[in-house]
């Protein structure tokens, strides 16, 4: 897994990737994170999975085996 940090609203990778979060697609990982960790040993764990989706400002996460998108305005779909 690849080391993650936040630095407000931003996600970087360290392979220095940088996705930039809405406080609602923040709160929507940590919604996720707290309701079913997945396996995962921490949040860090568990965001460094969070990918940009292509064309668009919705990020994508994998959660109890599906791919989740979390939407600028918090809104999750599969």
């Known amino acids: 897994m690849p080391t993650?940090?936040?630095q407000g609203a931003k996600l970087m990778h360290i392979s220095g990737t940088t996705l930039t979060l809405t406080d609602a697609?923040?709160?929507?990982?940590i919604d996720m994170y707290m309701t079913d960790n997945h396996?995962?040993?921490?949040f860090e764990?568990?965001?460094s999975r969070v990918q940009a989706e292509i064309?668009?400002?919705?990020?994508l996460v994998?959660?109890?085996?599906m791919t989740v998108g979390i939407e600028t305005d918090?809104?999750?779909?599969t």
């Open 39 to 42: 396996g995962h040993r921490s």
């Open 4 to 6: 993650v940090y936040i």
């Open 62 to 65: 994998l959660w109890k085996d």
């Open 25 to 29: 697609q923040r709160e929507q990982l």
């Open 55 to 59: 064309g668009t400002d919705a990020i």
């Open 45 to 47: 764990e568990f965001i």
């Open 74 to 77: 918090g809104y999750r779909h």
